[in-house]
């Protein structure tokens, strides 16, 4: 339980952040090209604040589980709703993911290159 109030204390801004963006996607007109233009605006944000990519992922998962529930009590039009609401954002968080890799690779060769010389 610890382990969990230290990660929602550290990750408070982008929790928050990603919990926004959710509430302004259900709010405006949806077409893809706006959902992927609100949600991806997400991933400039955590990519220079270098915020954990493990929050939209964690909310892209919660929504799925969310969108199997309203599945089951036939309401497939939410679920359906969900679902692509789900899928933008595990995009997100796997694009926030390859632009961290990318970095640490990049420090990694920085780092080589200055100790080989």
Known sequence: MERFAAFLQRNRVSIILTAGTII?????????????????MLVPIFAVYKFSPS??????????IIAAGFTSVKNETFAAQMAISS?????????????????????????ETHIGN
């Not at 929050?55 to 799925?64: A, E, N, Q, S």
């Not at 595990?90 to 060769?109: A, D, K, W, Y």
């Open 24 to 40: 302004l996607y259900n709010f405006f007109p949806r077409d893809e090209l706006r959902s992927l233009i609100l949600l991806g």
């Open 55 to 64: 929050v939209p992922i964690g909310f892209g998962i919660l929504l799925l």
């Open 87 to 111: 899928y933008l954002l595990l995009i997100v968080g796997v694009t926030c993911l390859l632009i961290e890799l990318i970095r640490s690779e990049r420090n990694l060769t920085r780092h």
